[in-house]
T-cell receptor, first 114, second 109 residues
Framework: NAGVTQTPKFRVLKTGQSMTLLCAQD?????MYWYRQDPGMGLRLIHY???????AKGEVPDGYNVSRLKKQNFLLGLESAAPSQTSVYFC?????????????FGPGTRLTVL | GQNIDQPTEMTATEGAIVQINCTYQ??????LFWYQQHAGEAPTFLSY??LDGLEEKGRFSSFLSRSKGYSYLLLKELQMKDSASYLC??????????WGAGTKLIIKP
């Protein structure tokens, strides 16, 4: 089992460019999450999904969009990147809702926006 | 409001014991998680407490007091590989997770 995988691992964008981060899990989990992690701050939830075809906003959703067309995949899109979106992005999945079961994290994507 | 606090950094000696504290205030409460995160890597699950008391897992133990809004992670027989950040996260009444900023633990020989 690969667990949770993310592509790409690193990316540098110029302001205004767009990109999509891909997350895949092979554990048949219903719940998937996108977080960003910045120095000195806790993980902040961007968007999450409670099942195929459903998505919801988290704490910091502005500037991001997501899609969950297949149960195993959760995509995070940046339509027009800004320097404030420079961060490390983690995808996670869990069997049930976040307050009831552990989350399994992908290795992260380190994004720099110039 | 909802918040969660833990020390920014702690230093301990190899072979010793260290306790990392976490205090929280949430709207409702459905448990407290601890995760370990090595530099440049993803967080990995360590423990989950929902009832008051101590849960022991080998060298690691986690304690919860719901009435005090307080938890701690106890690491015994410290090893160099325990150098990492330790994240606590509280599950709120509607099952959202509030994450602390993490405690960076430095182990010295």
């Amino acid at each position: 089992n690969a667990g949770v995988t993310q592509t790409p691992k690193f990316r540098v964008l110029k302001t205004g460019q767009s990109m999509t981060l891909l997350c895949a899990q092979d554990m048949n989990h219903e719940y998937m999450y996108w977080y960003r992690q910045d120095p000195g701050m806790g993980l902040r939830l961007i968007h999450y999904s409670v099942g195929e075809g459903t998505t919801a906003k988290g704490e910091v959703p502005d500037g991001y969009n997501v899609s969950r067309l297949k149960k195993q995949n959760f995509l995070l899109g940046l339509e027009s990147a800004a320097p404030s979106q420079t961060s490390v992005y983690f995808c996670a999945s869990s069997y049930s809702s976040s307050g009831a079961s552990e989350q399994f994290f992908g290795p992260g994507t380190r994004l720099t926006v110039l | 409001g909802q918040n969660i606090d833990q020390p920014t950094e702690m230093t301990a000696t190899e072979g010793a014991i260290v306790q990392i504290n976490c205090t929280y205030q949430t709207s409702g409460f459905n448990g407290l998680f601890w995760y370990q995160q090595h530099a440049g890597e993803a967080p990995t699950f360590l423990s989950y407490n929902v009832l008051d008391g101590l849960e022991e897992k080998g060298r690691f133990s986690s304690f919860l007091s719901r009435s005090k809004g307080y938890s701690y992670l106890l690491l015994k027989e410290l090893q160099m590989k325990d150098s990492a950040s330790y994240l606590c996260a509280a599950a709120t009444g509607d099952y959202q997770l509030i994450w602390g900023a993490g405690t960076k633990l430095i182990i010295k020989p």
